[in-house]
């Protein structure tokens, strides 16, 4: 077989992956490839070594324009046991979706008396229920007597591809292994043409190589007539009798397996002698029951030669055809998509919103949103009830693939149409989602003027769960803004009315953020916040304990609250994973990244932050602690384009967001330190200090500290942690207080305006983590104080002084004692203001003095006794 030349390396390693996987060392194996190439062709010929031994299933995805949810389990359930059956037709109605399926699934798998091949073909057209399928059966494969075999299209994956991020997902599994399927060579291709009377190296130029181009022009004869695969393709259908031209079409319009059933009522004639003609088309194959093209790409171009009339006339056929018979859930998409091409305005209503309901149910978020997209666009004429519904649909489906700008849009536009209805409460409750929002895109103040509306009508009304949801809405904003009042105020106000009319969901989301603003404001909270946490776990309230998790992280990393942030991070890792939550996965890893670079371990955060970074997809906030993770690794090192990241991370909030740019103004302050401009540093932190407001003490403090490192005088404020004594002056009480939160780096930033001996500690700190810019500081700082670090102690001017001075340090001394002020003892000695200063705190430090007056007093002391 054509697609069998120079395959032996990939047959030999995918026939030993089944081999290990019969073992019970299960295997997840990638076989990519362009269109063309011969993965389906390798995979049966695999199959019929394999066989008998072990079981074979294969499945495909469809290239619909929305694929079927679940399409290639759907394809092999009946194999897989009734216990997979009943779990999949339940799953539109019940509550855990298609939880119960996956779990059925690896059941199904585990339980086998046989070795289990499950071959999903087509990856690239899956929907996202089944890439959600394959991310739970991939991360416990290694402990099946199974293997899943993936073969998908590598050339028509984008960086933005939903495949591209599950792939990406499993890159890193132990079980996971990777087969890629090469065109064929020059060699190859000139044994298929051999005895043809075609030049082997025209036809590879022309082919590339792909064993399906080269074998459709083999069959043709000439290089001069199908130069491409449509070419071919439609050469070799133009050779086909009337009957089998017109099966050709039929099947071509039906999709890629065409059941007979529906073949014969589409042409409306019995279909015997067509398909006699099939398997000599070499276009075509008969399968059991139905007829499909051997490539999609053949049958694409069968579809693009119909004339435009036929084509429509025969999606309408195949629509009566299917809608005829018993409907299952599985046909959904198959209608919406027969019936849009046909032109059925009704039946695109019909079909497509009940398709984009079981795409939903099933977990396939992006597929519902296609199919909802397919039903607004032809319900211009539907009741504007209809159609504002369809747009919440479609909103909400929206939200839950991060496409929060189109999300937001259509909820205010369904919003519009409940408002023209007069129904206010519909109306109150998607401006609620609106406002949730503009406030996932960093846009404060509309997402909170769009929340306070919402609360405003539906006051009018007696309280319900739109109600309770819009005050818990303003308290989740609030609290992010760490405004303790107000979110208290309508966080109790969400906890009366749900707690009255028995919505947990609301209450404990309203507890959770009165438990963190305490948190942000006071340090307190933590146990209530936890709890909290626990009702939504003990609940089975997925989305808002995997919700939860991410954000306590977060708060404890940035909180430099290392215990509490390592179990949260566990904790949540394992929800999200349990459950497949890959959306709070990423910002599970950008808290932990920059809780990492805060305790000194910069590699593994710098490498897990640059992996957030790398993700195609990931909210503002999830990018903002990723940017500044790894900006602070580089900035510290001193390698380029930190201050790019912080750039960037600016743009993603509200310039008011504590939250999320306090972390970002204090990293900014400290670059700019590190870069010698002390200038800079103390305008970003005074900036940061401005913008946020300064209502997290310990967030302000971190802040407010890089004025006080880089020169200048702090406004008096309210903080929290080692900030307090950082800020006071009291260096040896900052360090310790960093040490003991872990933070080493910090401590020996503390310790810079210490004495030698600290300055020589923190300097061996810096160098130990590779920090050059900061050891450069502290190496300036000794020197100011006359020592030069890698000596044996001072130069022996300053050894020869009893109080250990300079004698440029006791020129400056002699004249403060003669109460000159800094500008003027500069004029005097020619040199600047900051200079003097800069000897001055040296002067101070050695002397152990808090004050000029002290440090005259104690040097004339110290003459007197040497004396």
């Given at each position: 077989?054509?697609?069998?030349?120079?395959?032996?390396?990939?047959?030999?390693?995918?026939?030993?992956?089944?081999?290990?996987?019969?073992?019970?060392?299960?295997?997840?194996?990638?076989?990519?490839?362009?269109?063309?190439?011969?993965?389906?062709?390798?995979?049966?010929?695999?199959?019929?070594?394999?066989?008998?031994?072990?079981?074979?299933?294969?499945?495909?995805?469809?290239?619909?324009?929305?694929?079927?949810?679940?399409?290639?389990?759907?394809?092999?359930?009946?194999?897989?046991?009734?216990?997979?059956?009943?779990?999949?037709?339940?799953?539109?109605?019940?509550?855990?979706?298609?939880?119960?399926?996956?779990?059925?699934?690896?059941?199904?798998?585990?339980?086998?008396?046989?070795?289990?091949?499950?071959?999903?073909?087509?990856?690239?057209?899956?929907?996202?229920?089944?890439?959600?399928?394959?991310?739970?059966?991939?991360?416990?494969?290694?402990?099946?007597?199974?293997?899943?075999?993936?073969?998908?299209?590598?050339?028509?994956?984008?960086?933005?591809?939903?495949?591209?991020?599950?792939?990406?997902?499993?890159?890193?599994?132990?079980?996971?292994?990777?087969?890629?399927?090469?065109?064929?060579?020059?060699?190859?291709?000139?044994?298929?043409?051999?005895?043809?009377?075609?030049?082997?190296?025209?036809?590879?130029?022309?082919?590339?190589?792909?064993?399906?181009?080269?074998?459709?022009?083999?069959?043709?004869?000439?290089?001069?007539?199908?130069?491409?695969?449509?070419?071919?393709?439609?050469?070799?259908?133009?050779?086909?009798?009337?009957?089998?031209?017109?099966?050709?079409?039929?099947?071509?319009?039906?999709?890629?397996?065409?059941?007979?059933?529906?073949?014969?009522?589409?042409?409306?004639?019995?279909?015997?002698?067509?398909?006699?003609?099939?398997?000599?088309?070499?276009?075509?194959?008969?399968?059991?029951?139905?007829?499909?093209?051997?490539?999609?790409?053949?049958?694409?171009?069968?579809?693009?030669?119909?004339?435009?009339?036929?084509?429509?006339?025969?999606?309408?056929?195949?629509?009566?055809?299917?809608?005829?018979?018993?409907?299952?859930?599985?046909?959904?998409?198959?209608?919406?998509?027969?019936?849009?091409?046909?032109?059925?305005?009704?039946?695109?209503?019909?079909?497509?919103?009940?398709?984009?309901?079981?795409?939903?149910?099933?977990?396939?978020?992006?597929?519902?949103?296609?199919?909802?997209?397919?039903?607004?666009?032809?319900?211009?004429?539907?009741?504007?009830?209809?159609?504002?519904?369809?747009?919440?649909?479609?909103?909400?489906?929206?939200?839950?693939?991060?496409?929060?700008?189109?999300?937001?849009?259509?909820?205010?536009?369904?919003?519009?149409?409940?408002?023209?209805?007069?129904?206010?409460?519909?109306?109150?409750?998607?401006?609620?989602?609106?406002?949730?929002?503009?406030?996932?895109?960093?846009?404060?103040?509309?997402?909170?003027?769009?929340?306070?509306?919402?609360?405003?009508?539906?006051?009018?009304?007696?309280?319900?769960?739109?109600?309770?949801?819009?005050?818990?809405?303003?308290?989740?904003?609030?609290?992010?803004a760490c405004d303790l009042p107000t979110t208290t105020d309508h966080a109790q106000k969400a906890i009366a009315i749900g707690g009255e009319i028995g919505a947990l969901a609301v209450v404990v989301r309203a507890r959770f953020h009165a438990a963190l603003v305490r948190v942000l404001c006071d340090g307190t909270g933590w146990p209530e916040l936890e709890a909290a946490w626990q009702?939504?776990?003990?609940?089975?309230?997925?989305?808002?304990?995997?919700?939860?998790?991410?954000?306590?992280?977060?708060?404890?990393?940035?909180?430099?609250?290392?215990?509490?942030?390592?179990?949260?991070?566990?904790?949540?890792?394992?929800?999200?994973?349990?459950?497949?939550?890959?959306?709070?996965?990423?910002?599970?890893?950008?808290?932990?990244?920059?809780?990492?670079?805060?305790?000194?371990?910069?590699?593994?955060?710098?490498?897990?932050?640059?992996?957030?970074?790398?993700?195609?997809?990931?909210?503002?906030?999830?990018?903002?602690?990723?940017?500044?993770?790894?900006?602070?690794?580089?900035?510290?090192?001193?390698?380029?384009?930190?201050?790019?990241?912080?750039?960037?991370?600016?743009?993603?909030?509200?310039?008011?967001?504590?939250?999320?740019?306090?972390?970002?103004?204090?990293?900014?302050?400290?670059?700019?330190?590190?870069?010698?401009?002390?200038?800079?540093?103390?305008?970003?932190?005074?900036?940061?200090?401005?913008?946020?407001?300064?209502?997290?003490?310990?967030?302000?403090?971190?802040?407010?500290?890089?004025?006080?490192?880089?020169?200048?005088?702090?406004?008096?404020?309210?903080?929290?942690?080692?900030?307090?004594?950082?800020?006071?002056?009291?260096?040896?009480?900052?360090?310790?207080?960093?040490?003991?939160?872990?933070?080493?780096?910090?401590?020996a930033i503390a310790a810079l305006a210490g004495d030698v001996p600290a300055l020589t500690e923190a300097l061996e700190t810096f160098m130990s983590l590779g920090a050059r810019p900061a050891a450069a500081r502290a190496k300036a700082r000794l020197r100011q104080l006359g020592i030069r670090y890698g000596t044996r102690g001072p130069r022996e001017s300053t050894r020869a002084h009893?109080?250990?001075?300079?004698?440029?340090?006791?020129e400056v001394l002699e004249l403060v004692s003669a109460g000159l002020s800094s500008p003027k003892i500069a004029a005097q000695l020619h040199i600047s203001p900051k200079t003097v200063e800069h000897h001055v705190a040296a002067i101070l430090a050695k002397l152990g003095a808090h004050s000029r007056a002290e440090a005259v007093a104690k040097y004339r002391q110290r003459i007197r006794?040497?004396?």
């Amino acid at each position: 077989m054509a697609v069998l030349l120079e395959r032996e390396g990939a047959i030999a390693a995918l026939v030993e992956h089944i081999e290990v996987a019969a073992g019970g060392d299960g295997r997840l194996v990638l076989l990519s490839g362009e269109a063309g190439v011969g993965k389906t062709s390798l995979v049966r010929h695999v199959a019929e070594l394999a066989r008998p031994r072990t079981r074979f299933l294969v499945g495909a995805c469809d290239p619909l324009a929305t694929p079927r949810p679940l399409g290639p389990l759907t394809d092999i359930v009946t194999e897989l046991g009734a216990g997979v059956e009943r779990a999949l037709e339940s799953a539109s109605s019940d509550a855990a979706g298609p939880g119960n399926v996956f779990q059925a699934v690896l059941r199904a798998l585990r339980d086998s008396e046989q070795p289990t091949i499950v071959v999903f073909e087509d990856l690239h057209w899956a929907d996202g229920a089944t890439l959600d399928l394959v991310r739970f059966l991939g991360r416990r494969i290694a402990r099946l007597p199974a293997a899943l075999v993936l073969t998908y299209r590598d050339d028509e994956i984008g960086l933005l591809d939903p495949l591209a991020v599950m792939l990406g997902d499993l890159a890193v599994g132990s079980a996971v292994h990777r087969l890629r399927l090469e065109p064929l060579t020059v060699r190859g291709v000139s044994r298929l043409a051999t005895g043809r009377g075609l030049d082997a190296a025209e036809l590879h130029r022309v082919t590339g190589g792909n064993p399906f181009f080269v074998a459709e022009v083999v069959r043709s004869g000439s290089l001069g007539i199908p130069v491409s695969v449509r070419d071919a393709v439609l050469a070799r259908i133009a050779r086909l009798p009337t009957g089998a031209h017109r099966l050709a079409e039929a099947v071509a319009v039906i999709g890629p397996s065409a059941p007979v059933s529906v073949l014969q009522a589409v042409l409306r004639e019995r279909c015997h002698d067509a398909l006699e003609a099939v398997p000599a088309s070499g276009v075509l194959q008969a399968n059991p029951g139905s007829v499909g093209f051997r490539h999609e790409l053949a049958r694409a171009a069968v579809v693009g030669a119909i004339p435009d009339f036929r084509r429509i006339e025969l999606h309408s056929r195949v629509l009566e055809a299917m809608r005829g018979s018993d409907i299952a859930l599985d046909d959904l998409p198959h209608l919406a998509y027969h019936a849009e091409e046909a032109g059925d305005t009704t039946a695109v209503r019909l079909f497509g919103h009940r398709a984009a309901l079981h795409a939903a149910a099933l977990g396939a978020h992006r597929e519902a949103a296609a199919q909802y997209a397919r039903v607004l666009r032809h319900a211009t004429e539907a009741p504007k009830e209809e159609r504002a519904g369809l747009l919440e649909g479609q909103a909400y489906a929206f939200y839950l693939i991060n496409r929060i700008p189109e999300a937001g849009q259509a909820w205010l536009d369904a919003g519009a149409l409940w408002n023209q209805l007069g129904a206010r409460v519909r109306e109150a409750d998607d401006l609620r989602w609106a406002s949730y929002m503009q406030w996932l895109l960093g846009r404060n103040p509309q997402a909170w003027e769009d929340g306070v509306l919402a609360v405003r009508l539906l006051q009018s009304g007696p309280p319900g769960v739109p109600l309770a949801r819009a005050h818990a809405n303003l308290a989740e904003q609030a609290c992010f803004a760490c405004d303790l009042p107000t979110t208290t105020d309508h966080a109790q106000k969400a906890i009366a009315i749900g707690g009255e009319i028995g919505a947990l969901a609301v209450v404990v989301r309203a507890r959770f953020h009165a438990a963190l603003v305490r948190v942000l404001c006071d340090g307190t909270g933590w146990p209530e916040l936890e709890a909290a946490w626990q009702v939504a776990l003990d609940h089975d309230m997925v989305e808002q304990a995997g919700m939860f998790g991410p954000v306590a992280t977060g708060v404890a990393a940035v909180h430099r609250d290392f215990v509490r942030s390592d179990r949260y991070a566990a904790k949540g890792l394992a929800l999200s994973r349990d459950h497949d939550l890959d959306m709070f996965r990423q910002f599970l890893w950008a808290s932990h990244a920059l809780g990492l670079v805060h305790r000194g371990r910069w590699d593994e955060g710098a490498a897990e932050a640059a992996a957030v970074l790398e993700m195609p997809l990931g909210s503002p906030l999830t990018r903002i602690f990723a940017a500044v993770a790894l900006a602070l690794v580089r900035a510290r090192r001193g390698e380029p384009d930190a201050e790019s990241l912080l750039d960037e991370a600016l743009t993603y909030a509200d310039p008011n967001d504590l939250l999320r740019l306090g972390p970002v103004w204090e990293a900014r302050a400290e670059v700019a330190w590190l870069c010698g401009d002390d200038v800079r540093a103390q305008d970003e932190a005074r900036r940061g200090l401005t913008a946020t407001h300064g209502r997290d003490p310990f967030q302000v403090g971190c802040v407010a500290r890089w004025i006080g490192i880089a020169g200048g005088d702090p406004p008096a404020l309210i903080v929290a942690g080692p900030a307090v004594a950082e800020l006071a002056g009291d260096w040896p009480g900052a360090r310790q207080e960093w040490s003991q939160l872990g933070c080493r780096y910090d401590a020996a930033i503390a310790a810079l305006a210490g004495d030698v001996p600290a300055l020589t500690e923190a300097l061996e700190t810096f160098m130990s983590l590779g920090a050059r810019p900061a050891a450069a500081r502290a190496k300036a700082r000794l020197r100011q104080l006359g020592i030069r670090y890698g000596t044996r102690g001072p130069r022996e001017s300053t050894r020869a002084h009893p109080n250990g001075l300079t004698s440029r340090q006791v020129e400056v001394l002699e004249l403060v004692s003669a109460g000159l002020s800094s500008p003027k003892i500069a004029a005097q000695l020619h040199i600047s203001p900051k200079t003097v200063e800069h000897h001055v705190a040296a002067i101070l430090a050695k002397l152990g003095a808090h004050s000029r007056a002290e440090a005259v007093a104690k040097y004339r002391q110290r003459i007197r006794h040497s004396e």
